[in-house]
């Protein structure tokens, strides 16, 4: 379980993350996902609707966008995205026979960072793809010899992190930037600031108990 707040203009979205069931209480709404079986309960007297169409769909991650104004779910199925005000879904991509552990969009545009998951991984779980949704096709890859846990994205930067390491680097050439060695980050926590004007990374440091700031 795990639980995602984020503030808008209109007030305070927050989403619960149980297992394939996603919970959102949003300006005096609340709403009820499961994928398989979406239903959206009227609070007060606002409502919101949701439909799912592939039934045999579960969802993998959630995360906003660095402006909070959207947010991707990673599903077996592909990767959907949905705007936050008004609530709709405004797109969705399949990848027959894969599924995608982990969606990070680089806050409106066409080029998402997708890594595969699940039992049936779209990609290897342990490489980064950069995705042009336009073009539909790869544009750059990241391999590792482990596990990508997390990736961050801004105009500048593509921020990776592994169980023990996190890897910086320049969001336009690939190159390796810097590389900093954590504690056990199974998780991979690590949080990069969007804008590029005010550059601060915050993850793990070498030791438990400490945070490496940047």
């Known amino acids: 379980p795990g639980i995602l707040n984020r503030g808008t203009k209109k007030g305070l979205v927050c989403l619960c993350v149980c297992g394939d069931r996603v919970v959102g209480l949003s300006w005096g709404v609340l709403a009820c996902l499961k994928t398989k079986e979406p239903q959206w309960h009227r609070h007060q007297s606002a409502a919101m609707s949701l439909r799912i169409e592939d039934e045999d769909s579960d969802l993998l991650c959630l995360n906003f966008n660095q402006n909070q104004e959207c947010f991707a779910c990673g599903t077996t199925s592909g990767f959907c995205i949905f705007n936050v005000d008004p609530f709709k879904e405004t797109f969705r991509r399949e990848f027959p026979g894969g599924s995608i552990g982990y969606v990070e969009m680089l806050f409106r545009c066409n080029i998402l960072a997708l890594v595969g998951g ?87 440091g070498s030791q438990k108990g400490l945070v490496r700031v940047e």
């Open 118 to 204: 699940g039992k049936s991984p779209c990609f290897l779980p342990n490489k980064v793809v950069l995705w042009d949704d336009h073009l539909s096709t790869c544009t750059g890859e990241l391999s590792f010899r482990s596990e990508v846990k997390t990736v961050k994205m801004r105009r500048d930067l593509i921020v990776v992190a592994l169980e023990t390491n996190v890897y910086v680097y320049h969001f336009q050439s690939l190159e390796l930037i810097e590389k900093y060695s954590t504690c056990e980050n199974p998780k991979g926590l690590v949080a990069l600031s969007p804008s590029s004007r005010n550059s601060v990374l915050a993850c793990p």
